[in-house]
Each structure stands twice: as C-alpha cells, then as structure tokens.
C-alpha cells in the first residue's frame, strides 16, 4: 500500500517564473532539506527520460532514491517514477492564480520495503514527510524570492 502525500503553498510569483525553478533538477537540493544533493545520471537532461539521483536523509535516515522522468509538461509539471528501494511516483506541478501568483502543488504516492514492516513505516513517515515537504515549499518561496527570474 504505497503512503500518499499531498501539500501546495501558494507563491507571490507568476507560474512560469515558479517552473523555471522547478525545472532546474540539480538545483532542488538547494531548496529541499531533505535532498542532500540530486544529480542527473542521464544524458538528457531536460523533459521526458532524464535519470536522476538524490542523496535523500530524513532525521537519521539515509537512503539514495533513483528517479526517472516520466512527464514534463514545460510550464505545468514535473512527474518522476521512484525506481529504488522506496519505489512509486511524485509529480511538482505550478498552477496560475493571477498574473503575479501561483501554487505549486507536490504529490507523492511511495511505496516503503518490507512488505508490512514497510507500510507501518509508510504510515509513521507520512505526517513527517508532509511537515518536511511542506518546510521545503516554504525554502522554494525564498530560494525563488532571493534569487529573482531565470532566464
């Protein structure tokens, strides 16, 4: 039974200027406490098909999660398929709210190993992930308000 997480804030910059963001895979450990550095293993690098890998710890828990790129909707969302030990899917998605707002949106559905061990585990992680994930939207808005448009 995979855990399901699901937080958005809503950001005072237009959603194109949010995707930009998100769109800069390598640059999310700059922003997620929880990622201690994301790489992409693939030689694409943008849309569709990139590989990736972030060193991922949560208090004293160490994993490395391996992710594929399955959507790249350029302007909407970003949809990984996990493919390691902690498998599943998670989407971050921009949606407008004016000309000068937007809410980004983060979903996951994760699947722990170890069969029933792994879904106790699940359940314990789910309300620490949501409080993590959403502290990390909270570092997007000022990682995004610090550094000003990418171009």
Do not use: K
Not at 84 to 106: F, K, M, Q, T
């Amino acid at each position: 039974m995979a855990t399901s997480v699901e937080i958005s804030r809503a950001l005072p910059v237009p959603a194109a200027h949010a995707f930009r963001y998100l769109a800069d895979l390598e640059d999310h450990s700059s922003w997620m406490a929880d990622a201690a550095q994301v790489s992409i293993v693939s030689a694409t690098r943008r849309g569709v098909g990139v590989e990736l890998t972030a060193l991922t710890r949560v208090g004293p828990l160490r994993t490395t999660d391996h992710m594929v790129v399955t959507e790249w909707c350029e302007g909407s969302h970003i949809t990984v398929r996990h493919v390691g030990r902690i498998a599943g899917w998670g989407r971050l998605s921009v949606e407008p709210e004016g000309p000068d707002r937007c809410r980004v949106r983060w979903r996951e559905a994760l699947t722990f190993p170890g069969g029933p061990l792994g879904e106790l585990i699940g359940r314990l992680a789910q309300p620490i992930l949501a409080i993590v994930w959403r502290r990390n939207l909270a570092r997007l808005e000022a990682h995004i308000l610090e550094r000003g448009p990418l171009r």
